[in-house]
């Protein structure tokens, strides 16, 4: 079950059943947000094992803190920003000039544009240099595809400020790709 196929009553049931420690309900809901929270926290990490470490975490922190969510139609964010912040930490605590393996299709035959895969490694490159806060950003944004309106509140700003930091942050990103 994804998360747009889970409507509002039904998480706010399964939030409760899983707030009164039923553990059926929560493995529902990690099956509905899983993959959301892992495509940010990759989105940040920039490594598929790191972003699977950052996600299990936020889980048991989820499992944990459950019961503070006042807002079960706002679960998505919550979890999301549980997994970015996790994700910020396993950044941080990461060994500094790691090598870190970029993956990258196999050449495809019936692509039209082979420097299609050299725009994608300036960008993973470009990505990688930026600090795992303006990572989370991008990522709550694109990865997560939620709004300035959500992004804001998860990182105490105003959805302006949060529409600006991103303005300004992608603005960055192309000025570096057209530079590079």
């Not at 919550?78 to 970015?84: E, N, R």
């Not at 299609?116 to 303006?134: H, M, Q, S, W």
């Not at 595809?145 to 400020?161: C, H, R, T, V």
Request: with cysteine.
């Amino acid at each position: 079950m994804n998360a747009q196929a889970m409507g509002t009553p039904t998480v706010a049931s399964t939030v409760a059943l899983a707030r009164a420690g039923d553990e059926a309900a929560f493995a529902q809901l990690v099956a509905t947000y899983h993959a959301d929270m892992a495509r940010v926290a990759y989105g940040i990490c920039g490594d598929p094992d790191l972003a699977l470490d950052a996600v299990q975490a936020a889980w048991i922190i989820a499992w944990r803190k459950l019961r503070t969510v006042r807002e079960p139609d706002r679960l998505r964010s919550w979890l999301v920003a549980v997994a970015a912040n996790e994700a910020r930490q396993v950044v941080r605590r990461r060994h500094p000039g790691r090598v870190v393996e970029i993956l990258v299709d196999p050449p495809d035959e019936a692509a039209p544009d082979p420097s299609e895969g050299i725009r994608r490694v300036d960008l993973v490159n470009a990505l990688g240099r930026l600090k795992p806060e303006d990572r989370a950003l991008i990522a709550l944004r694109y990865g997560a595809e939620l709004d300035s309106a959500e992004i804001g509140p998860l990182l105490g700003i105003s959805a302006s400020g949060a529409r600006v930091r991103l303005f300004r942050l992608l603005g960055r990103l192309r000025k570096e790709l057209d530079d590079g």
